[in-house]
């Protein structure tokens, strides 16, 4: 089989076309939907997601840190197992729901613990596919539900088109120095980046260990980087992410003669200023291709500057989606389903068992 036939190829490299149609079809809905996560008038934010979804969640509340409303990122998988830790009398949050399948166990253990415990709290649920439970659900309480196009619904393993169309569409709803123009500037970037991407993978040799880093909401594209590759490889190139300085408090032990460290650099002056540094210092104790850098400027990898680092943040990921298809086709895995016969992962989590809440609040 080709590289080009896999569904998780194609996903890829249909991005661009999805972001810039989304510009158009969400941006004339945009300021409807500001208007209502405003009236809601929510004690604090929640997004809530499994996997790489609440890594989106991760990403936004990084890059949102100081925004007023408290926004938080909690997982679902945290959320059902220990609803103690975040529910508590008299809170009214916000809960934005964020789910390709949108089918989860954790999704819909998540909405069972709202209507248990939170029954008035607003709802915003974002989802790639129309017919989940997450679409079609009612609530006693405020609710919205945003469906992305139906090609972000992925059919591969991996998530790509879903992942980087919720997290723009959750990030252009809660930041509004964002808007529809950077998902088209992000197009036409990534229209020009992913032919040398896929270049780059090809000539680049596959290495036995991978890192990513970066800092601040990058180090939570570096988290999705990290997993994308080890989903691919099927855990065959193990993976892991730090921050740029928190990489130094004892996960480099992970590094070795046959490890890849690649450094997010950060758009702003300042921070980029760390992540050098790191990449300096790995280079100087591993070799000088230990390291590869991605980034707007002195950088192995040069992408265009975009509004932020979160908006960037895609054009990280990107290449970690790109480079963990290449791998996984190049050591004969099944690229939409790596785990093809094994029996150990499904592309919808399933199975988890459900056990009512007890009177918490």
Same mark, same amino acid.
């Given at each position: ?136 659900? $009612? ?68 290495? $036995? ?49 046959? *490890? ?32 590869? *850098? ?68």
């Amino acid at each position: 089989m080709n590289l080009q036939d896999w569904e998780t190829y194609k996903e890829i490299n249909q991005q661009p076309d999805i972001w810039r149609t989304w510009a158009d079809d969400f941006g004339a809905k945009l300021d409807a939907i500001r208007e209502w996560v405003a009236a809601q008038d929510a004690d604090e934010i929640w997004l809530c997601g499994a996997g790489t979804s609440a890594y989106i969640g991760d990403l936004i509340a990084a890059h949102m840190g100081a925004d007023v409303r408290r926004i938080r990122a909690i997982s679902t998988t945290d959320l059902v197992s220990c609803p103690q830790n975040f529910i508590r009398s008299g809170l009214n949050p916000l809960v934005i729901s964020l789910g390709r399948s949108g089918n989860s166990t954790e999704t819909i253990g998540t909405l069972d613990l709202l209507d248990a415990l939170l029954p008035n709290a607003p709802r915003l649920n974002i989802t790639c596919n129309a017919e989940s439970v997450l679409a079609t659900r $009612g609530s006693s309480a405020a609710q919205k539900v945003i469906i992305l196009p139906e090609k972000c619904h992925d059919a591969g393993f991996a998530m790509t088109s879903s992942y980087t169309t919720m997290l723009l569409t959750a990030l252009l709803i809660l930041d509004e120095t964002t808007g529809p123009d950077d998902l088209r500037q992000l197009a036409n970037a990534a229209e020009t980046l992913l032919p040398a991407y896929f270049k780059r993978a090809a000539e680049q040799p596959q290495p $036995g260990r991978v890192v990513f880093t970066g800092s601040g909401a990058l180090a939570f594209a570096a988290r999705e980087s990290a997993l994308k590759v080890m989903e691919l490889a099927a855990g065959d190139i193990p993976s892991i992410w730090d921050s740029c300085l928190g990489f130094r408090h004892g996960p480099k032990s992970f590094v070795n003669s046959k *490890t890849q460290v690649f450094i997010f650099l950060s758009n702003h002056a300042f921070t980029s200023q760390y992540d050098r540094d790191l990449a300096a210092e790995v280079r100087d104790q591993f070799g000088p291709n230990s390291v590869t *850098t991605i980034g707007i400027s002195n950088a192995d990898v040069l992408i265009p500057k975009q509004h932020n680092d979160a908006i960037a943040s895609v054009l990280y990921v990107l290449l970690a989606q790109v480079l963990a298809t290449v791998w996984s086709h190049n050591m004969g895995l099944n690229v939409d389903n790596p785990f093809d016969g094994r029996g150990t992962l499904t592309r919808v989590v399933s199975g988890v068992k459900l056990y009512a809440p007890d009177d918490l609040i």
